[in-house]
């Protein structure tokens, strides 16, 4: 380990990658929404989200994805390189959901490491699955 | 609602397969440190500059979903031009998905060299399948787009993006 961050060869399979708990509101889903040039009223007009049936205005698909990215970069620290990552999403969350990202390594192959990641609900479903491989730096470099 | 999905898919394939560059520009470090605060990468690489320098990186180091997240890098229509919903009637380039709703379902990405501040990037973008399917909710549409963000001035690949879109 340097610091707080794995280097490589210091991890195996099955360990925890850690994990984030980050609870959305309107302003988050704002504020993504006008970075990312996206006028979708489903992401900030509660009365319109309820036209299409749902309780809120809906977190985007892309945060949940950010929100994956982030526990497994923020695990594997500043020297590590992020190579691959994919996710899914499953089940919409809305502002004032709490959102747990957790994960998990599945293989290491020298200094690339996979990881498999879940964001979960308040209520333990599934909103977004995610995969990632890391490249960790070299031990002691 | 099978009638509008079936011409929606029948307009859908017709701009399949159709590539479209377009200019993404230099990278604004400001843009960059936004994105990154509000999706929580708080860390010295993602906020300032002199510590990314100091990781061997050329400018602020984006956050990883920063290139595929933004919909649009144009200016985009004018508010009269948007769809009830907000959307644009053309969200996917030349693919026409006017009048559903279309729901991001979710990204395989390849990160090829690291994104940061100070790039010049293009985006090459296609979709390459539309397929029609039963939802338990009814019929769908699956369109998959496939994007290449390359360095502006040699070409070279920065991250690869398979996404994929439920239109209902």
Known sequence: MSGTYPEAGDVKAGDTVGELVVTPTEITLSRFSALTWNPHRIHFDTPYAATEGYPGPLVHAHLHGSYLARLVVGWAGPRARLTRFRW?????????????????????????VDCELAETNQRGETCAPGWATVELPEKNS | MTAAIDEAYE?????????????IGVLDERALQR???????????????????????????????YLSAVLGWDTGPAESDLLAD???????GDVDVAGLRLMGGGQDLTFHEPVVAGLDVTM???????TRKEGRSGPLLVLEVHR?????????????????????
């Open chain 2, 124 to 130: 090459h973008a296609e979709v390459t399948a539309v």
């Open chain 2, 148 to 168: 290449r963000y390359v360095d502006a001035g040699d070409g070279r690949l920065l991250v690869e993006c398979h996404e994929s879109f439920l239109a209902r």
């Open chain 2, 86 to 92: 907000g959307n644009s009637t053309t969200p996917l």
């Open chain 2, 35 to 65: 994105f990154s605060l509000v999706v929580g990468h708080t860390d010295a690489a993602h906020q300032d500059p002199a510590a990314a320098a100091e990781l061997g990186y050329d400018g602020l180091l984006a956050a990883p979903l």
């Open chain 2, 11 to 23: 307009r859908a394939l017709a701009g399949v397969g159709k590539a479209q560059e377009i200019r």
């Open chain 1, 88 to 112: 899914q999403n499953r089940q919409y969350a809305i502002p004032g959901d709490e959102l747990r990202v957790t994960g998990t390594v599945t293989a290491v192959n020298g200094r690339l």
